[in-house]
């Protein structure tokens, strides 16, 4: 039996606010995709075919939008819920030096975690004026109904070979690309304390940089791997096949994670209120070059993932890692 420790009712009111932002947050992220797809189909059945032939046909003439940069929504990324988004854990971001305005930027964001919490939100544009960052996820959300539209006004594109090089490839610079290089085969390793990361074959981005001369910032997020607990799938195991299984197949897995509920601490799928603290290191200068051979590739990551254990060498003492943890690449 699991014993339910219940949240207190005599907390600020800011609180509360911030627990029902974030559970609406995880159920955009767990259920969002799929609760609009039932509302197309409710319009369809409820007589409104002209209605849903208008949207479909809409679909169809944008189509590529998430891979030309989407159709970010300042007015949305500016809503004040994002900030009690943040709070909630509280998210920090940290910057260890300036980017020019005039270059582009590919910033490889790890770890993946559950839910990419401390990639959302984070005032990025308040640290780096003058920069415009536009998180990459999976494509597949982009052909659900209105779920696309939701994704792109917050300024989320899709991170497909063809949207990553539209964002690095536009002239005058200030525009940061921010992927997940270890994507959904990360998240199967996310629980508190692992510092497992997916990388050691992660060159996609690498050779994307070279071919736009964006240059590479790796990013640390401390905490991310803290805020959910997930049942143990070691590899080999049954759970850990068919969760494999369904990411080869659909192009992403299923992490069975669990926290905290909204009215109590013990058991639910609200994420714990754990600080993260997401560092940007400093940019590693890259020449652009529009056919890398593969050991420039090979080389230019090396000195990527050189880069990142050397920052998450740098500041893991400040974040509770104790001296003889380090980052395990696989």
Same mark, same amino acid.
């Given at each position: 039996?699991?014993?339910?420790?219940?949240? %207190?009712?005599?907390?600020?009111?800011?609180?509360?606010?911030?627990?029902?932002?974030?559970?609406?947050?995880?159920?955009?992220?767990?259920?969002?995709?799929?609760?609009?797809?039932?509302?197309?189909?409710?319009?369809?059945?409820?007589?409104? #075919?002209?209605?849903?032939?208008?949207?479909?046909? #809409?679909?169809?003439?944008?189509?590529?939008?998430?891979?030309?940069?989407?159709?970010?929504?300042?007015?949305?990324?500016?809503? $004040?819920? #994002?900030?009690?988004?943040?709070?909630?854990?509280?998210?920090?971001?940290?910057? $260890?030096?300036?980017?020019?305005?005039?270059?582009?930027?590919?910033?490889?964001? /790890?770890?993946?975690?559950?839910?990419?919490?401390?990639?959302?939100?984070?005032?990025?544009?308040?640290?780096? %004026?003058?920069?415009?960052?536009?998180?990459?996820?999976?494509?597949? #959300?982009?052909?659900?109904?209105?779920?696309? *539209?939701?994704?792109? !006004? !917050?300024?989320?594109?899709?991170?497909?070979?063809?949207?990553?090089?539209?964002?690095?490839?536009?002239?005058?610079?200030?525009?940061?690309?921010?992927? =997940?290089?270890?994507? $959904?085969?990360?998240?199967?390793?996310?629980?508190?304390?692992?510092?497992?990361?997916?990388?050691?074959?992660?060159?996609?981005?690498?050779?994307?940089?070279?071919?736009?001369?964006?240059?590479? =910032?790796?990013?640390? !997020?401390?905490?991310?791997?803290?805020?959910?607990?997930?049942?143990?799938? %070691?590899?080999?195991?049954?759970?850990?096949?068919?969760?494999?299984?369904?990411?080869?197949?659909?192009?992403?897995?299923? %992490?069975?994670? /669990?926290?905290?509920?909204?009215?109590?601490? !013990?058991?639910?799928?609200?994420? @714990?209120?754990?600080?993260?603290?997401?560092?940007?290191?400093?940019?590693?200068?890259? *020449?652009?070059?529009?056919?890398?051979?593969?050991? *420039?590739?090979?080389?230019?990551?090396?000195?990527?993932? *050189?880069?990142?254990?050397?920052?998450?060498?740098?500041?893991?003492?400040?974040?509770?890692?104790?001296?003889?943890?380090?980052?395990? @690449? $696989?």
């Amino acid at each position: 039996m699991v014993k339910i420790e219940l949240a %207190p009712l005599n907390i600020p009111f800011n609180r509360h606010l911030q627990t029902a932002i974030v559970l609406q947050w995880v159920f955009c992220f767990l259920f969002g995709a799929q609760y609009c797809f039932c509302v197309y189909i409710v319009i369809v059945l409820n007589g409104y #075919w002209h209605v849903a032939a208008l949207y479909a046909m #809409w679909l169809y003439l944008d189509w590529d939008t998430p891979q030309a940069g989407g159709r970010r929504s300042d007015w949305v990324r500016h809503w $004040t819920v #994002w900030k009690h988004f943040g709070d909630y854990f509280p998210i920090h971001l940290i910057k $260890t030096c300036d980017l020019d305005p005039e270059r582009n930027y590919l910033m490889g964001f /790890h770890p993946h975690g559950i839910l990419v919490a401390g990639a959302e939100y984070t005032g990025f544009q308040e640290l780096y %004026p003058g920069m415009t960052p536009y998180l990459h996820t999976l494509s597949i #959300w982009f052909g659900f109904p209105f779920f696309r *539209e939701y994704l792109m !006004s !917050s300024g989320v594109v899709s991170c497909s070979k063809k949207s990553l090089t539209h964002v690095l490839s536009q002239k005058g610079g200030g525009n940061v690309s921010i992927t =997940v290089i270890g994507g $959904t085969a990360e998240s199967l390793e996310a629980r508190p304390g692992s510092l497992i990361l997916e990388a050691l074959n992660r060159k996609g981005f690498v050779k994307i940089a070279l071919r736009c001369g964006a240059h590479l =910032v790796p990013v640390f !997020s401390f905490g991310e791997n803290d805020l959910f607990n997930q049942l143990k799938n %070691p590899k080999g195991s049954l759970v850990r096949t068919i969760q494999e299984g369904m990411r080869k197949t659909l192009g992403f897995s299923l %992490p069975l994670f /669990h926290a905290r509920g909204v009215f109590q601490y !013990s058991l639910g799928f609200m994420p @714990f209120r754990q600080p993260i603290y997401t560092i940007v290191g400093e940019p590693i200068v890259v *020449e652009k070059n529009v056919s890398p051979s593969s050991a *420039e590739v090979d080389r230019l990551h090396g000195c990527y993932l *050189e880069a990142l254990a050397k920052l998450f060498e740098q500041h893991k003492a400040e974040y509770r890692i104790l001296e003889h943890q380090h980052l395990i @690449f $696989t």
